[in-house]
């Protein structure tokens, strides 16, 4: 199975700040890589997929990149509804396997 | 409106069985990729199952030949049937459904149902 990694594990910023999550497989996945966002007591809701493509109604401040396989979701300046928890999930194989979870809280 | 709504959640006896139902709307269960997510309390999510197409199926190690996935087309139901329950299958279940594909992620997702597995 494809083991996925994340960093950091937690982030504290500020609002306005600049964030970076990192996510790793343990081998290639092509561009198969998705990004979620879970706030405490939700269900997930899907932001990105194909490594890059932002999900339809998701702020445009949301992006992903992908760099062999290093992916990475980037906020550009976050904002209050951003402190949430992330996962990253590939999708080129099943069984299909999320990363541990960024948590991003309040400075 | 693309709805899922999961029932059947409870607490059981380890060793037990349990079948989780997942009533879908707004879209034919038999056109989608259809996947069972777990969450244990305070932990991180875990992929646990999916259906799609002609009923092909895979599953987690973790509960490979312990838990059958299936779908009722006619209900436009998902189904989760879990045997051999142990304490570590402890979790809030989802439903979920990718569209067009389950490389293109699971856009709707169920409100979960807490099953809670007791020693």
């Known amino acids: 199975d494809i083991q996925m990694t994340q960093s950091p594990s937690s982030v504290s910023a500020s609002v306005g700040d600049r964030v970076t999550i990192t996510c790793r497989a343990s081998?290639?996945?092509?561009?198969?890589l998705v990004w979620y966002q879970q706030k405490p007591g939700k269900a997930p809701k899907l932001l990105i997929y194909?490594?890059?493509s932002l999900q339809s109604g998701v702020p445009s401040r949301f992006s992903g990149s992908r760099s062999g396989t290093d992916f990475t979701l980037t906020i550009s300046s976050l904002q209050p509804e951003d402190f949430a928890t992330y996962y990253c999930?590939?999708?080129?194989?099943?069984?299909?396997?999320f990363g541990p979870g960024t948590k991003v809280d309040i400075k | 409106e693309v709805q899922l709504v999961e029932s059947g959640g409870g607490l059981i006896q380890s060793g037990g069985s349990l079948r989780l139902s997942c009533a879908a709307s707004?879209?034919?269960?038999?056109?989608?990729?259809l996947t069972w997510v777990r969450q244990a309390p305070g932990k991180g999510l875990e992929w646990v199952s999916v259906?799609?197409?002609?009923?092909?199926?895979y599953y987690a190690d973790s509960v490979k030949g312990r838990f059958t996935i299936s779908r009722d087309n006619s209900k436009n139901t998902l189904y989760l049937q879990m045997s051999s329950l142990r304490a570590d299958d402890t979790a809030v279940y989802y439903c979920?459904?990718?569209?067009?594909?389950?490389?293109?992620?699971?856009?709707?997702w169920g409100q979960g149902t807490t099953v809670t597995v007791s020693s």
């Open positions: 979920t459904r990718s569209q067009g594909g389950a490389g293109y992620g699971m856009d709707a």
């Open positions: 707004g879209f034919p269960v038999i056109s989608n990729y």
């Open positions: 259906i799609y197409g002609g009923g092909r199926t």
């Open positions: 081998q290639d996945i092509s561009s198969w």
């Open positions: 194909a490594a890059s």
């Open positions: 999930q590939q999708a080129n194989s099943f069984p299909f396997t």
